[in-house]
């Protein structure tokens, strides 16, 4: 009778030591159903576990790879991917599997900032999305652009999901746009996997460590998004997870403090692509638009544009789409999120997927020269369209000479110059394109892109 006691008491604890053994696998929730994974790369992944090893099978193939868990559970390792396709199933096993399953194979694009990336397509209660309707509409779970918006909420949390109306409607709408343009030319799956949020500093996306080591002066206790508060709830909880590229759309809460951001946003590109293992990983970025920031004519966004430009200097494998043409006089979120989108996907389409025939560069600012009361400007632009309009008078233009006070200048280009008079400024020493925070962008190269803004002296009469 006892023996028979104590095998019934001996019961349950063997089968939880079994359920130990056997139980599954835990992993961070960017791995999920409906999740794509990079093309033809060794994607990272990861967990806990407290069986001894882990297996991992992918029905692309037939290989196995496993791989053993330290002391404490944690396990890495990496797995190569075939060419674009799905839907696949993945098998994480430690004794117990756990299926992952409807697993495309494609491009995956990181996209993280502050409101501007955060906006959705159904839009916000007075500022809509333009072209939005049509998008939402049209979303069907065919078309294998997946999308997982981590949430700032609840930190490390979010789930990959499908293409359908619902989903579209609740998605960053510059992302979006960007990944339908990508999947149009492309034809592959596309993950989209989004962190951002509204009214964030850079700071509150890099690492504490980093911040106190490279930029103490830029540490404000005091800040409504405290420094690294979404690097370590949104960023962090997801790597090294293995993407293509980044996009980034910031910049509006550092304006203010424009000196200091040319260094930071290099810190940031260069601080995700090493946490995140992707030291190649290309790092687009959108330059603010016109906005009255509560006075149309400061030169504040002007500095700003101009640190922003800057720092293409400092980031390799770096772009910048320009948004000058874009901007909402009465709305921080401008409503043209498409044209955005269409712009990141052009760069990375011409730079990471070698297409050609248009050019996703800008026209820039070269040099100036003054003679016979007219500033003669230069400016860097491929191709043999030049400036357009061509031969027409066009306005965004401001002259000063030795008082350093700005009159408004009228304009007009021919192929890559620029010439610009006033004749209320007989000798001028300074021109400046753009530079207020309400000066909508006048001129474009062929592609479609405004020249970018720009000034000529070296004032600070902020």
């Known amino acids: 009778m006892m023996s028979k006691i104590k095998g019934i008491l001996l019961l349950p604890a063997l089968l939880l030591a079994s359920g130990m053994l056997q139980a599954k696998v835990e992993m961070p929730f960017i791995f999920g159903d409906n999740m794509v994974l990079q093309q033809q790369a060794h994607v990272a992944i990861w967990g806990t576990a407290t069986g001894k090893k882990v297996t991992i099978t992918a029905s692309w193939s037939r290989e196995k790879t496993v791989t053993n868990p330290d002391e404490d559970g944690h396990w890495f390792t990496r797995i190569p991917t075939p060419s674009a396709g799905g839907p696949y199933d993945l098998c994480i096993s430690d004794g117990e599997k756990t299926v992952f399953h409807n697993v495309m194979v494609g491009e995956v694009w990181l996209c993280s900032g502050q409101s501007n990336m955060e906006m959705r397509l159904r839009g916000w209660p007075g500022q809509p999305v333009e072209h939005a309707t049509d998008y939402i509409l049209s979303a069907r779970p065919s078309v294998p652009i997946r999308l997982i918006d981590v949430d700032s909420k609840h930190p490390a949390s979010g789930s990959w999901k499908e293409n359908r109306p619902e989903v579209v409607a609740q998605s960053s709408a510059t992302a979006y746009f960007f990944a339908h343009k990508l999947y149009e030319i492309l034809n592959v799956p596309i993950g989209i996997i989004t962190a951002d949020k509204g009214g964030s500093p850079i700071e509150s996306w890099m690492s504490r460590a980093i911040l106190e080591h490279d930029f103490p002066s830029e540490i404000n206790e005091e800040d409504e998004d405290p420094p690294a508060a979404y690097y370590n709830s949104m960023l962090r909880p997801m790597m090294p ?207 479609g892109l405004p020249l970018l803004p720009f000034r000529t002296d070296d004032w600070d009469n902020l």
Not at 343 to 349: F, G, I, K, P, Q
Request: glycine share 8%; proline share 8%; hydrophobic share 40%.
């Open 241 to 447: 997870y293995t993407f293509k590229g980044i996009l980034w759309y910031q910049g509006e809460d550092n304006r203010l403090r424009y000196k200091a951001y040319p260094a930071l946003q290099a810190r940031f590109a260069q601080m995700l692509r090493e946490e995140f293992q992707n030291q190649d990983a290309p790092f687009y970025y959108v330059q603010i638009a016109p906005f009255i920031y509560g006075n149309p004519e400061s030169f504040t966004s002007g500095y700003f544009y101009e640190a922003q430009q800057k720092a293409l200097e400092l980031i390799p494998n770096s772009g910048m789409v320009p948004t000058l043409d874009l901007g909402d006089y009465h709305f921080i979120h401008p409503p043209k999120k498409m044209e955005v989108g269409n712009r990141l996907a052009m760069l990375a389409l011409v730079n990471d997927y070698g297409l050609k025939g248009v050019n996703p560069i800008a026209p820039v600012y070269q040099s100036v020269s003054f003679e016979d009361g007219k500033a003669h400007i230069t400016v860097e632009l491929e191709g043999r369209v030049g400036l357009i309009p061509a031969k027409v008078p066009v306005g965004g233009f401001e002259i000063a000479g030795e008082d350093q006070v700005f009159h408004p200048a009228t304009a007009t280009a021919f192929k890559n110059e620029i010439v610009v008079e006033c004749p209320e400024v007989s000798t001028p020493l300074a021109v400046r394109y753009c530079f207020r925070n309400w000066a909508p962008g006048t001129l474009f190269s062929a592609s």
